[in-house]
């Protein structure tokens, strides 16, 4: 008996000396949206990184370009973000909705700049000037072979003259041809620019994922959240956070995961290429210039919205302007001195303003049915003030002019609003008989001539939008 048990002990003692065991650790980013003043402490985190271990990856969750002036008024519209990204060695990135805003042809000039390659399996470019995109990539460390599948959006949030010619699918869908990639890898990994609820969905239906790195919907997870037993991460926005989680091999299959977000702002370790490309970067006089002095802080984006929608109806003449508040990037317009570059900052896409001819009555539905899509408040406003009150599964919408008289159901206002509003009928529903006037102006341009004849602004932020408890 005790010869046995020796046996087994000696044989099971040989076992544990031959198990494999390897460490990956995946760093990543999503949502960067042209922010690249704390570049030079990304580029330290994962150059440390890289010395402590063996086996790095660093991965994009798509969405690099549009919301610093920088980037995005570059000669080279996004030059600069990719240039950093190359300089870091990246290993794959997905292409966020925001990577078309500067069009076709320019994203094709960026991803041929770039080292690494955008993977999107989703995405159909054949009659685009956008090169193919591989649907996944396979990478080996330490003998692991790794498979990385990107998807995309199936409706991207982009300007609908952007995706002209592009083919998207739905993203269940194609990552079920994938799926089988399990059987061929070591580690799995879902690379996604679309948001968290669906990354939930997708790690439902196909458990075989073992790490979802996502992106789109800006969502701080500080350790990840668990579905379906696959680990589903995302590092906020801005370049705020970087995601680092570590998945640990035994014998060639996955025995833990663990995630958790890294702070920029307490990092104190600043990489020195980095550093002086951005501060070269950052050298435009003509985005620091001043505009205005505001006398006081506007803080959240809906105030800000209405801020620049009361620009704009002052600088066109309509009636009424609308903004949509997705449509604002910046939390806060400070007290003091107000560059042509913050402004940019707060409304980035350059979106043309359109005019349209509508009654009381479609002002009054369009608010309705654009509440009921997105189900909160989504416009900015100038002209009008309103209240929604739910009731049931229906709203009803009250409209005020300024002078507190309601909005004449009968009588037609000229509303004017960005061309992304004006062409996304899914989110926006225009009336039918609908003409929009293009005005040749963009919003952000229209609200800086605004200020450049008003060198002195005092604003009272007020509230244009407002929800009412139902009965």
């Known amino acids: 008996m005790r010869s046995r048990l020796l046996i087994f002990f000696l044989l099971f ?10 460490e990956i650790v995946i760093l990543s980013l999503n949502d960067m949206h042209g922010y690249i003043d704390d570049w030079d402490k990304v580029a330290a985190y994962v150059s440390e990184q890289r010395e402590r271990h063996p086996n790095v990856l660093l991965l994009s969750a798509g969405d690099l370009f549009s919301g610093n002036p920088v980037v995005d008024f570059y000669p080279h519209k996004g030059y600069p973000v990719i240039d950093l990204m190359n300089d870091l060695r990246f290993d794959a990135s997905v292409p966020g909705n925001h990577e078309f805003d500067y069009g076709q042809e320019t994203l094709a ?49 982009a300007h609908s003259n952007m995706l002209k010619k592009l083919r998207f699918s739905n993203p269940q869908s194609e990552f079920e041809k994938y799926a089988p990639l399990r059987q061929k890898s070591n ?48 590092a906020y926005r801005y370049a705020r956070c970087i995601g680092h989680t570590t998945v640990t091999l035994r014998n060639g299959r996955v025995a833990s995961k663990r995630s958790h ?25 003509a985005l620091n210039h001043a505009v205005a002095t505001l006398a006081n802080t506007i803080a959240g984006r809906m105030n800000i919205g209405n801020f620049f929608c009361d620009a704009m109806r002052s600088e066109t003449g309509a009636d009424i302007v609308l903004q949509n508040v997705k449509g604002i990037r910046l939390d806060t317009l400070h007290q003091g001195k107000i560059t042509v570059g913050r402004l940019y900052c707060a409304d980035p896409f350059g979106n043309e303003i359109v005019c349209f001819d509508m009654t009381g009555n479609a002002v009054k539905q369009f608010i309705q049915t654009t509440y009921l899509h997105f189900n909160r408040i989504d416009l900015c406003a100038s002209g009008i003030s309103y209240k929604i ?83």
Not at 13 to 19: F, M
């Open 389 to 471: 009150q739910p009731a049931g599964g229906d709203v009803t919408v009250t409209v005020t002019l300024p002078n507190g008289e309601p909005l004449n159901p009968d009588k037609r206002y000229s509303v004017a609003m960005n061309s992304y509003m004006a062409t996304k009928p899914a989110e926006y529903k225009l009336p039918l008989d609908a003409n929009g006037k293009k005005l040749g102006a963009a919003t952000v341009e229209t609200v800086i001539n605004h200020l450049k004849k008003n060198k002195f602004i005092s604003y009272a932020s007020p509230l244009r939008g407002e929800i009412l408890n139902p009965d």
């Open 187 to 234: 580690l799995l990994i879902a690379l996604t620019h679309i948001g968290l609820p669906e990354d939930s969905l997708l790690a439902m239906r196909f458990g075989e994922i073992d790490l979802i790195v996502g992106g789109h919907t800006h969502t701080r997870l500080d350790s990840g959240v668990v579905a379906n037993g696959v680990l589903i991460t995302q």
């Open 261 to 285: 977000l890294v702070d920029v702002a307490q990092l104190t370790q600043r990489d020195t290429l980095a550093a002086r490309k951005v501060k070269e970067y950052n050298n435009n006089p």
């Open 109 to 157: 000039k960026r991803i041929a700049q770039a080292n690494f390659p955008f993977v999107c399996a989703n995405l159909n470019t054949d009659s685009s000037p956008i090169p193919a995109m591989p649907p996944y990539i396979q990478l080996v460390k330490s003998g692991e072979t790794i498979s990385i599948v990107g998807l995309t959006q199936e409706r991207p949030e």
């Open 13 to 22: 003692s040989l076992s544990s000396c031959n198990d494999r065991e390897t």
